[in-house]
Nanobody, 121 residues
Framework: QVQLVESGGGLVQAGGSLRLSCATS????????MGWFRQAPGKEREFVAA????????YYTDSVKGRFTISRDNAKNTVYLQMNSLKPEDTAVYYC??????????????WGKGTLVTVSS
């Protein structure tokens, strides 16, 4: 069993930055591909970013390319999402996800409980 705990959400003005963290339990963190989804009020959950188990491959949804950066530190069992140039439309609950598969874009085995990001205009 893997537990994911997100942190770093909050209220920020448009154009600002936040860094989300996802700390994981267990000794097999480096064997999981990780990533982030988000769910805005009244909308379905959507994919944001993914990173391979080694950190060598990353993938982003088009709306965040050039503004968000996903990274991981396998020694700390933590994955990060650096969010810059935030826009009001980035407001959502952000969920950390993990998979034994190749990418969380295709399947998710574990979810965190989410952290709220609110971007004011």
């Amino acid at each position: 069993q893997v537990q994911l705990v997100e942190s770093g959400g909050g209220l920020v003005q448009a154009g600002g930055s936040l860094r989300l963290s996802c700390a994981t339990s267990g000794r097999t963190f480096s064997s999981y591909a990780m990533g982030w989804f988000r769910q805005a009020p009244g909308k379905e959950r959507e994919f944001v970013a993914a990173i391979s188990w080694s950190g060598g491959s990353t993938y982003y949804t088009d709306s965040v390319k050039g503004r968000f950066t996903i990274s991981r530190d396998n020694a700390k069992n933590t994955v990060y999402l650096q969010m810059n140039s935030l826009k009001p439309e980035d407001t959502a609950v952000y969920y950390c996800a993990a998979t034994r598969g190749s990418s969380i874009y295709y399947s998710v085995d574990y979810w965190g409980k989410g952290t709220l990001v609110t971007v004011s205009s």
